[in-house]
């Protein structure tokens, strides 16, 4: 069974100008992970925001565990949990207070809130920070603490977007732990990240997202194998790009990609070593000193590159303040 | 019930924040009280008024509608933080009455004026202010001023809704009530200012709730009645139709606002 359907969905923001999502359709398995990635400004937390009822899309369909996220929002809301790129929670009050006032907005009442708030506090690892105020904790615990929020009631579905985001190598570690623990659990989620490694730990699904359409679908091995097994990579002085790039573009028969900081050439190929060898005798023929070259075994990366034909964290104009929607 | 609920908890969210940063009810009280004394002291002494107990008398009444009309800025201010953080979103996004956290917002903040006004009583005293009327109606006319600045603080609602931060939220709030609480009888009788000056004064909600207050606190009130205008001889009718429009205007609208805010 689908717990997550959105079909079609277009959000536009000033007046048709900016076009957040442009006719994006996905899905989610009951009890499964679905990691939505892609750049900034490519739409994910419009997406998120509609189908927890937060934004009305302007056109398409989306039902969340069965329930018309447009016909019935306030039914909608009773069986999601949503965690989003900020931790929204009170900073002044306690973690403690937090979660005991979400659980008597769920109508526990305050007896099931304080033991609600208790487990939830130990699960993530909080109960020593529990009885002091938020703003002392680390942008790992925040997260933690914002997660656990939206885990009061047990939800069908649960949506975390940008989970983490803006947080340290450790605080991004500890928190896939968490989310992990969940997963086993099976909790139907559906997560939002511009990290590809992300998607590749956490999901068991992959959509990515570029200027509000899913471009490509699949598990991460699938993905992997779309863009066509290894990638032949060269790098070369600046002068060289231009002319390297169309030797490798030429030997792969596919458009050639290009990181500019670190002048490294790429394109998928699918006869290994051969590739390899035909680069180099054009390379040489055309007199460019590679001053690396060799083969790699896809990364999600790739994946992305050879999709969009940018890197996955290149765009990140002003369409992401506008996503937002706040003026 | 359970919207009843929603609006308890979130009231008293609002008061456990402020029990948490008790700077913010000493800021609160603090701008007011400089004012009595600047005004009971300093500009006070050239102001002749006739009144038995002098000035102080008619200032208080005034310092008390200043003070509630800046619940406008403290409910904006406070609604823009929420939003800035996210926490609209997450409450938004609960199973809960879409419209308890801004109704929730409204009543805390009013129940913070109880306590301000309470200060700014004792401040009054202090300096001198002794209303003459009974203590029922000295009551309502507290009561009164609550009513006032919840009336108020929906209009806050919707700037709050409006603005893109809080720095925004705050200057835009200032810009409405400033004015308003100056071009008033509040400070001084409407009689020196220029004709159409004296007209504005004498409809300004401000001016009204000022009136109806001295008269409620057992005063004459000598500060206005310049054109024999319906406002300056019937402020506590006018001041009940001020605030029922204000209310029947900006409850419906920020409410809306804020199922839609972000479409």
Redesign the interface.
């Known amino acids: 069974m689908k717990s997550v359907i959105a079909e079609n969905l277009v959000k536009t923001y000033d007046k048709g100008k900016v076009r957040a999502l442009d006719g994006l359709s996905l899905d989610v398995e009951e009890g499964t992970v679905l990691s939505v990635l892609g750049p900034n400004g490519a739409g994910k937390t419009t997406v998120v925001r509609i189908l927890t009822t937060l934004l009305r899309a302007d056109s398409g369909s989306a039902s969340v565990a069965g329930i018309d996220v447009i016909k019935n929002p306030e039914k909608v809301r009773e069986v999601i949990g949503l965690s989003g790129q900020y931790a929204a929670v009170d900073e002044i009050l306690t973690g403690y207070d937090n979660l005991v006032m979400f659980g008597e907005l769920y109508h526990l009442g305050k007896k099931q809130a304080v033991v609600r708030a208790n487990e939830l506090l130990e699960r993530f690892s909080l109960t020593e920070a529990a009885k002091r105020p938020i703003k002392t904790y680390s942008g790992g615990m925040r997260r933690r603490l914002d997660l656990a929020a939206s885990l009061i009631v047990k939800p069908k579905v649960l949506f975390l977007d940008e989970p983490t985001t803006g947080l340290d190598p450790r605080g991004r570690q500890e928190m896939w732990g968490v989310i992990q623990e969940l997963v086993k659990g099976g909790v139907t989620l559906l997560l939002t990240t511009q990290y590809l490694e992300e998607a590749d730990q956490l999901a068991d699904d992959i959509a990515v997202i570029d200027t509000g359409k899913v471009i490509a679908r699949g598990t991460s091995d699938a993905l992997k194998k779309q863009v066509g097994g290894e990638r032949l990579e060269v790098v070369v002085e600046q002068v060289h790009v231009a002319k390297t790039m169309e030797i490798v573009a030429a030997v792969s028969g596919h458009k050639a990609a290009l990181d500019e900081g670190l002048r490294l050439i790429s394109a998928p190929v699918s006869t290994g070593s051969a590739a390899l060898f035909e680069v180099l005798k054009a390379l040489d023929s055309a007199g460019i000193h590679a001053l690396d070259v060799g083969l790699k075994r896809p990364s999600l990366d790739d994946v992305f590159l050879s999709l969009t034909g940018h890197a996955a964290e290149e765009k990140k104009e002003e369409i992401a303040e506008k996503k937002r929607g706040r003026k | 019930m359970?919207a009843v609920?929603?609006i308890y908890?979130i009231t008293?969210?609002q008061l456990?924040?402020l029990s948490?940063?008790p700077e913010v009810l000493i800021f609160s009280t603090i701008q007011p009280v400089m004012f009595v004394l600047l005004f009971r002291y300093v500009f006070g002494g050239s102001i002749s008024t006739g009144q038995p107990g002098g000035y102080v008398q008619l200032l208080m009444p005034g310092i008390f509608v200043q003070t509630v009309a800046f619940t406008l800025a403290g409910t904006a201010s406070g609604l823009a933080e929420d939003?800035k953080?996210?926490?609209i979103?997450?409450?938004?996004?609960?199973?809960?009455s879409q419209s308890a956290l801004v109704i929730g917002r409204t009543l805390g903040d009013s129940l913070l004026n109880i306590v301000v006004l309470a200060v700014m009583g004792i401040a009054g005293y202090i300096v001198g202010w002794r209303p003459s009327a009974g203590l029922a109606t000295v009551a309502l006319g507290f009561l009164f001023l609550l009513f006032f600045g919840y009336a108020l603080s929906w209009v806050g609602v919707l700037v709050g809704l409006?603005a893109?931060d809080a720095r925004v939220v705050q200057n835009v709030s200032f810009i409405v009530t400033f004015p308003l609480t100056f071009l008033s009888n509040a400070f001084a009788p409407t009689t020196g200012m220029p004709r159409a000056l004296q007209y504005f004064a004498e409809w300004n909600p401000v001016s009204t709730m000022v009136a109806a207050c001295r008269e409620l606190f057992g005063l004459e009130n000598q500060f206005g009645a310049t054109a024999g205008s319906f406002p300056s001889e019937h402020p506590l009718t006018t001041s009940l139709i001020y605030m029922l429009i204000i209310m029947l205007i900006f409850i419906p609208l920020s409410l809306r606002k804020y199922r839609?805010y972000?479409?």
Not at chain 2, 89 to 96: G, N
């Open positions: 359970s609920n929603d908890i008293r969210r456990l924040l948490r940063v939003m953080k996210g926490l979103d997450r409450f938004r996004s609960l199973p809960i409006s893109s839609n972000a479409d």
